[in-house]
């Protein structure tokens, strides 16, 4: 399973907050906390204390890994710090505000009312909070091929392969290795891409160790030579360096080199990220398609996935809800379609394969999550479970929206289709069980979608559409959507 696990640094301002000083104005601080479960909130840092200030700025952000998989909900609390103790139940508490990290970076700047309990606001008094994704999102990708290189086989030639190493710690550490080509003194190697920062820690003048070795293969590998060069010198393509073997230099007075390295392409280039995407203005739209197939049970029976539960809820709802939460935060309006299929609907009971959960085929959009539950249960008692499953009408229907945003140019819209199925239902029903929080069910389900993402936008050359802000580690490197 592939999560989109990153870096993410939120930045915090407040308006308007309410003093708490009789002489001056409050000294505010802000505290992060995660909602961990069960209740309990971890902190995961403080901003610094401004000094009389009702809308401070804090210079001091704050950190925390992003899961696009799983909904992080986080509380923001502003404190009035008076004294020098790091416990805050001595503190003003100035107000409030709950979100989750999902809404902050598909908003990119999130405004939220200060509450000092809920329905009690703090005044005026606002918070604002910005992300930013802390990464070098640069990769050097390579083209490399040798000359006349020393034969090392004694009933053949060589199978020469290269190893590039960076300089760190006092070690040489391994960065990329490439393929092995049999039997070839002039190879030319496959075009590589590596990240800037494994290749050289960000530094274009990082010593970098090259290897070009003769495979064999119980591992004990013959070296041809190596050379020492950095990612700047590699970058003046063409680019030569003559492969050294050191012991053959020291023995032979006469020796040259064991061949020539040939750089014929060193390119360093951005490579977008899903959050780049998302801050970028990527929105993400999802269609549910609910299976109302009679292989799904009778719904009054306890042992069919449609049964309502007396708390009202049965592996329909508890999937919908795992999944939606997490993605309604990347959708601005909130407007879900929602179809049903392999049913008999009224008044004609003709089976249908694509209807609309709330009966309206001009409209079938629910408003948020809650609207999407709200219309299977109405939908429910009034439709025959019947058959055969045919998902193919919404998964065109879903194509044809996905295909016309393409057309358009409209690169901000990626779809997702939910296809609540009995087999899909029941296998995810499987892994909640195993790994216990509903949790892992949207995990699961969504795990891949970052990286599929990526890949279709790199694939058609698309850019984030909204410039992307300077890199907080160095802005002068920043890139230019």
């Not at 680019?239 to 080199?257: D, G, S």
Request: proline share 7%; with cysteine; net charge negative.
């Amino acid at each position: 399973m592939a999560h989109c696990v990153t870096l993410v640094q939120l930045s915090i301002s407040c308006d308007h907050l309410i003093d708490k000083d009789i002489s001056s104005k409050s000294d505010p601080l802000c505290v992060l906390l995660q909602d961990v479960g069960g209740g309990n909130w971890a902190e995961l840092g403080r901003t610094e204390r401004v000094q009389n200030c009702s809308s401070p700025e804090f210079s001091k952000t704050l950190q925390l890994e992003y899961h696009f998989e799983t909904v992080q909900k986080l509380r923001f609390g502003i404190y009035d710090i008076d004294n020098k103790t790091p416990e805050l139940g001595d503190d003003d508490f100035l107000g409030g505000a709950e979100c989750s990290l999902g809404q902050i970076v598909s908003s990119q700047v999130l405004t939220l009312p200060l509450m000092l309990k809920p329905g009690k606001p703090a005044g005026r008094g606002t918070i604002t909070v910005s992300a930013q994704e802390l990464k070098d999102n640069r990769v050097v990708t390579m083209e490399i091929e040798a000359r006349n290189l020393d034969k090392k086989d004694f009933l053949g030639k060589s199978d020469p392969f290269l190893e590039f190493f960076r300089q760190g710690d006092g070690k040489w550490h391994l960065v990329y290795r490439s393929e092995v080509i049999k039997n070839n003194l002039n190879p030319t190697w496959k075009r590589f891409s590596v990240p800037v920062q494994h290749f050289c820690g960000g530094d274009p003048s990082t010593p970098i160790q090259v290897r070009c070795s003769d495979y064999d293969s119980d591992g004990s590998h013959d070296l041809i030579g190596t050379f020492h060069t950095s990612l700047a010198q590699l970058q003046a393509v063409p680019a030569e360096f003559e492969c050294i073997h050191p012991e053959k230099q020291q023995k032979k007075k006469t020796y040259k080199n064991s061949g020539t390295i040939c750089v014929k392409i060193c390119q360093v280039e951005t490579e977008y990220s899903f959050l780049d995407y998302v801050m970028g203005g990527c929105q993400i739209n999802f269609t549910v398609g609910v299976d109302f197939t009679g292989s799904n049970g009778d719904p009054s029976s306890p042992d069919s996935l449609h049964y309502l539960s007396p708390t009202g809820v049965n592996e329909y709802l508890t999937a919908l809800w795992s999944v939606g939460t997490v993605v309604q935060d990347y959708d601005s309006d909130k407007l879900f379609p929602a179809f049903g299929f392999g049913a008999q609907v009224p008044p004609d009971w003709q089976v249908s394969h694509e209807f609309a959960l709330n009966f309206n085929p001009s409209n079938p959009y629910c408003v948020g999550i809650q609207g999407i539950v709200d219309a299977y249960r109405q939908a429910l008692p009034q439709v025959r479970l019947y058959g055969p499953t045919n998902f193919a009408p919404i998964i065109n229907h879903v194509a044809r929206f996905a295909a016309q945003a393409a057309h358009q140019g409209t690169a901000s819209q990626y779809f997702v289709l939910l296809l609540l199925t009995d087999g899909a239902v029941t296998d995810v029903e499987a892994t909640r069980e195993a790994v216990a929080p509903r949790e892992a069910l949207a995990q699961t389900v969504l795990a891949e979608v970052p990286t599929q993402l990526v890949s279709y936008f790199r694939a058609q050359g698309w850019v984030p559409l909204k410039p992307l802000p300077p890199s907080a580690k160095d802005p002068a490197e920043a890139p230019q959507a």
